[in-house]
Every structure is written in C-alpha cells, then in structure tokens.
C-alpha cells in the first residue's frame, strides 16, 4: 500500500471529535480517515490555521490562545448540542513543580497541559487521545506523565499509554511517540474490557516506497561547504566515513568527545525508513541529507515521510511549512489510532 492511499474507514457512524493544539492537521486528518467527525479545532498558531482552512474550509477552526479557551469554558465556541465522543490533542510537555506528590487538577494551573485537562472536565467526552514526544514516560523520572494519569484519573477516566513508533503503522519514519488514551469510567463499565492500542502492521516502509514523483514544493539548501561534505558521505553514512582530518574540521571540539552523533552529516539511505521528520531541515547535529542530491528534504518530501497525502497543502513561509509538517503527528499513525478507538466505541452497541 503506498503511504499516501489510505482510504477513509467505511463506517455507517461518524464518531465526533474536537481537536486541541491542531497544528497542520495531521491527527485531525487521520482521525477524519478512521470515521470521526471534526466538530472543532483549536491552534494558535496563524499559519497552521491558515493550512487547517485551506484544507478543510468546513471545519470549525477555532484561532485561539487554549488558557483562554479554557478559562471561558470550550461549550460557548462550540455548535453542538450532542455528547462529545472523543477529544484530541498534542499539549507540550511541561514540567510541574509538585512532581512526586499527588496532583489534582489545580495543583498543575498554568501549564498547558492544565488546559487539556480542564476542557477534557468540562466536555467529559467519552474517550480522550494525546500524544506527545517520547520522553514524556522518563520526564523527571516518570513522575510528569504520572502526574498526568492521576489528573485524567481524578477527572473521572480510565487511563492507557503505550509508546508506538511510527514505522509499525504504515509511515516510513522511525518516530517514537507516547500515545495516551482515556476512557471515561462509566463507559468503561458499559464496554466491560480495556482499550487496546493498534497492533503493528507487518510491512515497513523505506524512504524508496514513499519518495516516488513527489510534486515540485520548497525545499532548503546547504552552503557550498556543506555540499562538498556531503558528497564525500555514501547512502546510509554519516561524519564517520568522513576522511579524518575533513571530520576533525566539519565536527570540531565535539570530535573529542566521543559518543555517537550519527545525527552529523548524516545521509539518508533510500533502503531505510526517515528519521524523525524535525521542524529546522538543516542543522547541523541533526541533518538528513537527501539520499541522492545534496540538498535537505523538501517540505512535499518531508510531508510523504509524515504520511501526509499530497493534496494537502501548507500554508506559509518556508520555514513555517516545515515546522508545521515537523510538528504533525503523522497522519497514519493517527489513523490507525483513531480505528483502535472506534472499534472500542463500537462496543457501547
């Protein structure tokens, strides 16, 4: 299956779902595949909006700081009077200063995640989905995302997480992510099992199955010096197959201090899956190096690698479009998610 067709789930019910932190739509997307109905969004960001309209001018994108959405209570923006069944969203991962004790809902005011939190009391939908960056499950020793399940729980759900890595789910990235699931406990009793987090799909993409005729968009170059770097690195390398006095210069003091730094002058293989899609192409701890030609990703490449389809267009700047693209969560990775949390809603009948 090339990455790209995913068809929409055939489902006779449409789910409902309001999105927090949309970004560029990448969970709302996957999730619209899987068979849930987008009643609102929310993002700040003005270009991501920009994008989200683009898009989908039938939505209801909501621009807006999320503390005030919060703070006026999210049922006002909202034209809906039936029960929500699923709230989404990507909030940063933010330190509390209490880790260790047992936080209610108050205890962590002033984080974005407190926002999450107090819209998912207010709504109180049946399910909830977040997803954030890896290190979330060793954030200060794990007791951050621990702070985390005891406000869901206290706010009246059932929680699951589980770390996936993109790879397993139809996108040709190794992109690890915690994903957090709720459901709310009384629709828990009525269900009478756990939630169960998608299954890995036995194909693995490489960058070969999803690079094929990319359309023409904006791409980032290096400076000369870069390219004459890159091309003394084969497919697959990076700064240590680098002649050693072309290595010492390139890395300079880090050269000595050991360690992996397989990020540095890496050049990507057309036989592996993407690493991480980031928001900034081409720095220099972190550089992908387009297998053939001396240039970083293009934004349409990198938006492959994150499993977006091609028609979905970004709005802005070069740099704002792939730091909208870096920052979705990939749309087949959502997708398969969002069928996991269906099939479980699926079970109220």
């Not at 789910?15 to 068979?35: D, H």
């Not at 399940?149 to 992109?175: H, P, T, W």
Request: hydrophobic share 35%; with cysteine; proline share 4%.
């Amino acid at each position: 299956m090339k990455i790209n067709q995913i068809k929409s789930s055939n489902t006779k019910q449409n789910f409902s779902v309001i999105e927090l932190f949309a970004g560029a739509g990448g969970l709302a997307l996957g999730l619209e595949k899987a068979g849930f109905e987008t009643k609102l969004t929310v993002e700040n960001n003005r270009w991501a909006c920009e994008t989200l309209r683009k898009n989908r001018p039938n939505w209801n994108i909501l621009e807006a700081d999320i503390v005030k959405i919060a703070d006026d209570g999210i049922k006002k923006y909202i034209n809906f009077d039936g029960e929500i069944d699923l709230l989404s969203g990507g909030y940063p991962c933010q330190s509390f200063s209490y880790a260790g004790k047992k936080l209610g809902l108050e205890d962590v005011r002033g984080t974005l995640f407190y926002s999450y939190a107090e819209i998912l009391k207010e709504l109180k939908p049946k399910m909830f989905l977040a997803e954030n960056v890896r290190g979330l499950a060793s954030h200060d020793g794990g007791k951050t995302l621990k702070t985390m399940i005891d406000v869901f729980e206290d706010v009246g759900y059932k929680v699951y997480y589980k770390v996936l890595n993109s790879i397993d789910y139809e996108v040709a990235q190794k992109r690890e992510r915690v994903v957090i699931v709720g459901v709310r406990t009384d629709i828990k009793e009525k269900i009478g099992f756990d939630f169960e987090f998608p299954k890995p799909i036995g194909k693995k993409l490489t960058l070969k199955d999803v690079l094929q005729n990319v359309p023409n968009s904006l791409c980032a170059s290096y400076s000369d010096k870069k390219k004459e770097i890159f091309a003394l690195v084969p497919q697959g390398g990076c700064w240590r197959d680098l002649p050693d006095d072309v290595a010492k210069e390139y890395l300079g003091g880090s050269y000595h201090l050991g360690g992996g730094k397989t990020g540095i002058a890496r050049k990507m293989s057309w036989n592996e899956a993407g690493l991480t899609v980031l928001c900034t192409p081409a720095q220099k701890q972190t550089d992908r190096c387009h297998p053939d030609e001396l240039r970083p990703f293009s934004v349409r490449e990198n938006a492959r690698i994150q499993s977006f389809p091609d028609d979905w267009e970004f709005v802005g700047s070069m740099a704002e479009q792939y730091k909208q693209v870096g920052n979705a969560v990939p749309v087949n990775l959502a997708y398969h998610v969002g069928l996991s949390i269906k099939k479980y809603l699926q079970g109220l009948s």
